[in-house]
């Protein structure tokens, strides 16, 4: 799932650059962007620490609904603001994804 949102995030990104498209910031959560520094929008484990984040790029202070997946449990939603925010560890948090609308 992740290289499809990603090849999406790429052609959105392409898209604003090239033909000057303001985008939201729903629809480039997988697209780095200055805010963000060198993080990665959207999922954002940290494998060196075992822990996981999701990283909520947005300009306009926005907050989000993101989906978390747990290893061995159901997954639940969380309102996120911009920027990183702690989910737990990678031995709990298996992926997080955006889930749509503002919180």
């Not at 997954?75 to 737990?88: A, H, K």
């Amino acid at each position: 799932m992740r290289s499809r949102w990603a090849r999406a995030a790429v052609a959105v990104c392409a898209m604003a650059t090239l033909g000057g498209v303001a985008t939201t910031a729903h629809a480039a959560q997988e697209i780095s962007s200055p805010s963000a520094g060198l993080r990665a929008c959207g999922w954002d484990p940290d494998g060196a620490s075992g822990r996981a984040y999701y990283n909520h790029c947005t300009g306009d202070g926005s907050s989000i609904w993101i989906r978390v997946e747990r290893q061995n449990a159901g997954g639940y939603d969380q309102c996120v603001g911009p920027n990183r925010t702690y989910l737990g560890p990678t031995s709990v948090i298996k992926y997080a994804w955006y889930k749509g609308g503002t919180c």
